[in-house]
């Protein structure tokens, strides 16, 4: 069995909060009651019933149902697969897909979450349905954005394959007696494979919900397995708490997050990039509550100690490649300025299904330093149910309700509430939209973060485009940053930006829809389902006190990024106060 590499710690002025932080930890006994499922370690809140990742060790290597084996389904013709899932149910599988090297009996697999149309577009429209087999991960089996995939995908297949066939490419993988085992069980699915309900979704990399889609892949299933089952073996109890690797990452975010330090920076090499993704959400959605929480900063440009804070600490996790010397100095730069480095070295991708587990037993280990429940999720929903409420009143009336621009200009909108509007109003230079663009991420200040939260189709382009405004905000602000798209980080970093600190400065951009995508059985389309998740976010933060500005494009996005780099190059140079 492999052995798992130790989490390295190069703490420096912070390594006194993390041994005051260990040596509370070993007085309670907090590895041994965490096995125990001892919810007071926690809030006491029914943490014990969300305990089932700490007991995957012996399905790890069960095998997949015949149906869904590779070699079956190549035999049926079946060469690719797309996965359709929000969240935990999408990103493990995701982070597999792009990670592991190609294995010559596995299939292809490609990952939809989102309801952007253009993207929900490129991705069922590229696939032929009598050479793709649709994986609809759902836990509950109610969540909308994969539900309403799936009724674009089985319209599709019944009118290529027709009724009868058309069953044969699809498969589930629910909680048992979901809605979806139901209809998956009605329309003659493939397969239906059952969660674990004891396992939340972001828990539930080493579930059915991560391990079918390893299996689809071809992976080497039980190489993998030993590897997570090592990891295991390596955090149990009956090891000390130093040489505890999942225990020492865990104990080191909260503690360093309880002295200022929340603003968990990942810096991870091309190969594994992916992965950031899913720690994200692991992170994010289960310590961003009750105002407090870890801000994790995923695939931020790496800069030198100038232009940082103190709030920051950074996790570096080097994959089988020699580490790059440049990124290998500018992190050895940041430690020797006093500045928390992580690093955890990896031998191969395979490696990951130990690294989920370690992040996951040190999330838990985290939330409980910070005194928070983990497994809960509050302010999610919130967001749901606003967009709900959007919904309805588009059902009702054909359109949802109207939202005036506070400003326009060049074919950018902005809106804001009226207590925004007042902010940037007295604190913008002038009237024009780039003014109020310009004083609301200024607002921005030492210890807070500037999120870019975009509702536009995740490209290779619109992502490098976003990603150098990160870059250039960070440097101009000072500031952390993050950048998410909706609406797949509504079920990550969703529930940060809602329940944990006010240190949150949303940019929301939005576009226009250049094609819709009609949604069968359903009056709303794509567009129409994705501007009221949207608003219903938004709506969200604005009732917690956020500040957010929402900005909407037009069609061209490109052009109308374009516009908002310059607006802000133009009034932020030279000036960082508004």
Known sequence: MPTPSP??????????????????????????????????????????????????????????????????????????????????????????????????????????????????????????????????????????????????????????????????????????????????????????????????????????????????????????????????????????????????????????????????????????????????????????????????????????????????????????????????????????????????????PLDLGGEFFRFELATAVAGAVLGLNPFDQPDVEAAKVASRGLLKAYEDSGTLPASTPNLEADGVRLYADNGQAQVLESNARGGHPGDWLAAHVAQAQPGDYLSLNVYLERTPAIEARLQGLRQYLRDRLGVATTLGFGPRFLHSTGQLHKGGPNSGVFLQIEADDARDVAIPGQRMTFGVLKDAQARGDFEVLVERGRRALRVRLGTDIDSGLATLAGWLETRLEGDTGG
């Open 7 to 348: 989490t390295q710690l190069r703490l420096g002025p912070a390594q006194a909060s993390y041994a005051e932080a260990a040596a509370r930890w070993q007085r309670e006994d907090g590895t041994a009651r965490l096995w125990a499922g001892d919810a007071t370690l926690f809030t006491n809140a029914g943490e014990d019933r969300w305990l089932g990742w700490l007991e995957v060790e012996d399905t790890l290597a069960a095998p997949l149902p015949a149906a869904l084996a590779p070699e079956a389904l190549r035999a049926d013709g079946i060469r690719e697969v797309l996965l359709l899932g929000m969240g935990g149910s999408s990103l493990c599988p995701e982070v597999l897909a792009k990670t592991q090297a190609p294995v010559s009996d596995g299939l292809e697999l490609h990952v939809l979450d989102s309801t952007v149309p253009a993207q929900v577009a490129a991705l069922v429209e590229a696939r032929d349905p009598e050479h793709t087999l649709v994986v609809i991960a759902s836990k509950s089996g109610g969540t909308v954005e994969p539900n309403m995939a799936l009724r674009v995908c089985r319209e599709r297949a019944v009118r290529a394959l027709g009724e009868t066939r058309a069953g044969s490419r699809f498969a589930a993988i629910t909680d048992p007696g979901s809605a979806l085992e139901a209809l998956a069980r009605e329309g003659g699915f493939r397969a239906v494979v059952h969660g674990e309900p004891t396992i939340g979704g972001r828990f539930s990399a080493l579930s059915p919900f991560g391990l079918v889609p390893a299996g689809l892949l071809g992976l080497d299933r039980t190489d993998y397995a030993d590897r997570a089952r090592a990891m295991i073996a390596a955090c149990r109890s009956e090891v000390p708490d130093p040489q505890n690797p999942g225990v020492q990452l865990g104990l080191a975010l909260g503690a360093l997050a309880q002295s200022g330090r929340d603003k968990l920076t990942l810096v991870l090499p091309p190969a594994l990039a992916p992965f950031g993704g899913w720690v994200e959400q692991l992170v994010a959605e289960s310590t961003g509550k009750n105002g407090r929480g870890i801000v994790p900063v995923d695939a931020e440009a790496l800069g030198g100690p100038d232009v940082y804070g103190d709030d920051r600490v950074w996790l570096a996790l080097w994959g089988p490649e020699k580490p790059d010397p440049e990124t290998e100095g500018a992190l050895s730069a940041l430690a020797e300025a006093g500045q928390p480095v992580i690093e955890i070295a990896v031998s191969d």
